[in-house]
Structure formats: structure tokens, C-alpha cells
């Protein structure tokens, strides 16, 4: 179903899926050889999720060579998305420890949907973390960490509302000081966002940013001539599992600023990474992008306000 101006969702339908998806990648690479990333409350949210192809992802009963039969690429793919999810996942969890460093003692996370971040980051005594997503997922993911026994690592304060709403004020509401230097993060939610609307949230974060403060997010250039298509075909794998994830209803293709010259442009420094030198800097194999990924080269960029 192609999104609207009003629509909602939990964490088994529409954009929530995908944060789902994510959670199911991060689960996987925290089982690899390569120690990237740790994350021990991605499988058991997705457990506690329900979606059945996830579920047997994360416990092993679908594997790559299942996988392999049923598209000649699909392993592959599948290898190189997960790898992904690690080298992703460890560009924020070091961008959060580099800003703790800093002195910063505000996070907040943009649309957190799974993110376990403020349960098992090593974070500095005095964090706030701030959790801003939909009532809905909030209240899952709350319930289920606290049913898990889990406890957050840092003070974490949820902001239950949607990013189309007033966030500013609800954030402002929950405690937030914007005298204060905040580490943001916006992480695998710009491609969800109309242009316009990512160029808001981007206005929102400087007005209630004070100097020192840094923010990370990606910017996928591709998006300008993003194909549906192509797109349908490299999830076609999950259509012959059972579940119906068209991502191409999801995403706000077409036109867009790049998120670094945009904060560059209202006095950030900003720079960018491209994935396949994250790849290359964790000694990961970078993974073939030819024609057939939709998605192109995503830049992890990130920054700081002086």
C-alpha cells in the first residue's frame, strides 16, 4: 500500500516492517566471526515481533543455502545486506561513543523503531537518551526490553509521537535542553521521508542544536533515479517466503538535497563515507553493486556544529 500523509503503522506493517528487517540484520551480524557489532536484544525483539520469515532468520531454521535455492543470487545478496547491517550499525554505535567522548551528555535517536542503543552502548555517566518513534512501537519495544529484564545503560526518556507531528515540542516536553550540545541520529530514515519533509527535520535539528553538538545520518544519491522495479525485484526473494514487503510504496524517491550540503550550508561540518570504505575499513569483502541495486552507493555522513 503506498504511503499517505496520515498513515500509521506497528512493527509488522508498512515502514515498521522494515525497522523490523533491520533489527533481523543486526541479529545475524551479532552471531559473525568479524565482532563488529553486539547487539543480544535484536533477535528476541524480532522474536517478540512474529513475523515468521524474521523469526527464522535470526534462529537459523532459514539459511543461506535455503536461500540459494530459491534465486542464484539471493545468498548472495542476503550475505552482503547483512555485513551492511554491520558496518551500518558500527558507524552509529562509534559515532555515539566518539560524542560521549566529546563531552556530549544528550542522544537523540530519530524514529528508533528496534534501536537497543540506550540498552548496550557503554554510555557516559549523565545521558539522556531520547527516543523519538510512534506510540506504537515505542510501547512494544518498552514492554518487551523490560519483559527481557533488560535495563537501559543511560537514562532514556521516550518520546512517543510522529516525526509529522510536533516533535520539537514533545522533545522539549520529555526534558530536552537545547542550550545543551546533543549527539543526533537519524539513522535508515531519510529514504521514508518526502524531500521536504527531510529537509524539515534537518531545520528542526539546527534550530535545537547548541554549538558542539553532532549528528549522523546517510544520504543515498541513487534516489534520484531510484527504479521500482529493480527494487521489487531484489525483495522478490520475501515475496516466495510469504511476506508481502513492497519497498517501493515506502520510500520518497526523486530529487533531494544531500543531507551533508544541506547541514554543511547552515554552519555544520559535515563529511561523508561511502559504504564500500566502511566495508573496506572492517576487512569485509565490498560486495559487487552493479546495476541491479536499487539503492546504488549509500555515504554515511556525519558532523559536528562549532
Known amino acids: 500500500m503506498a504511503r499517505t500523509d496520515d498513515d500509521s503503522w506497528d512493527l509488522a506493517s ?25 547487539d543480544p536484544f535484536a533477535a528476541p525483539l524480532v522474536r517478540a515481533v512474529g513475523i515468521e520469515v524474521f523469526t527464522k532468520m535470526v534462529d537459523g531454521e532459514l539459511s543461506m543455502d535455503t536461500l540459494a535455492q530459491l534465486a542464484p543470487d539471493a545468498a548472495e545478496r542476503a550475505r552482503s545486506n547483512i555485513d551492511e547491517m554491520a558496518v551500518r550499525t558500527r558507524f552509529f ?70 516525526l509529522r507531528s510536533d516533535w520539537p515540542a514533545a522533545l522539549r516536553a520529555a526534558g530536552f535542553d537545547p542550550e545543551k550540545p546533543t549527539a543526533w541520529c537519524a539513522e535508515g530514515l531519510l529514504i521514508y ?26 544520504f543515498v544519491p541513487a534516489l534520484k533515479d531510484f527504479d521500482p522495479e529493480k527494487a521489487r525485484a ?3 526473494t520475501f515475496s516466495q517466503l510469504g511476506l508481502n514487503l513492497d519497498m517501493p510504496s515506502l520510500i520518497y ?7 551533508a550540503d544541506y547541514l554543511n550550508a ?34 554515511y555522513v556525519s558532523g559536528t556544529l562549532d
Open 93 to 162: 554505535d562509534d559515532f555515539f561513543i566518539t560524542s560521549g567522548k566529546a563531552g556530549i551528555r544528550q542522544a537523540v535517536i530519530l524514529a528508533s523503531g528496534l534501536d537497543s542503543r540506550a540498552y548496550r552502548l557503554p554510555w557516559p555517566a549523565g545521558t539522556v537518551v531520547y527516543e523519538i518513534d510512534q506510540p506504537e512501537v515505542i510501547e512494544f519495544k518498552t514492554r518487551t526490553l523490560a519483559d527481557l529484564g533488560a535495563e537501559p545503560k543511560a537514562e532514556r526518556r521516550t518520546v512517543p509521537i510522529d
Open 193 to 218: 521521508l518526502p524531500p521536504e519533509a527531510q529537509d524539515r527535520l534537518f531545520d528542526n535539528i539546527a534550530a535545537l542544536s547548541a554549538p558542539g553538538s553532532a549528528v549522523a545520518t546517510e
Open 253 to 259: 524517491h526523486g530529487e533531494r538535497h544531500s543531507a
Open 14 to 38: 508498512s515502514v515498521g516492517t522494515t525497522a523490523t528487517l533491520v533489527a533481523t540484520g543486526r541479529a545475524i551480524a551479532s552471531q559473525d566471526s568479524h565482532g563488529l557489532i553486539d
Open 234 to 236: 531484489a525483495t522478490a
Open 266 to 299: 547552515k554552519g555544520w561540518e559535515m563529511s561523508g563515507t561511502p559504504r564500500s570504505e566502511l566495508f573496506t575499513r572492517h576487512g569485509l569483502p565490498v560486495p559487487d553493486r552493479d546495476d541491479n541495486d536499487p539503492m546504488g552507493e549509500i555515504v
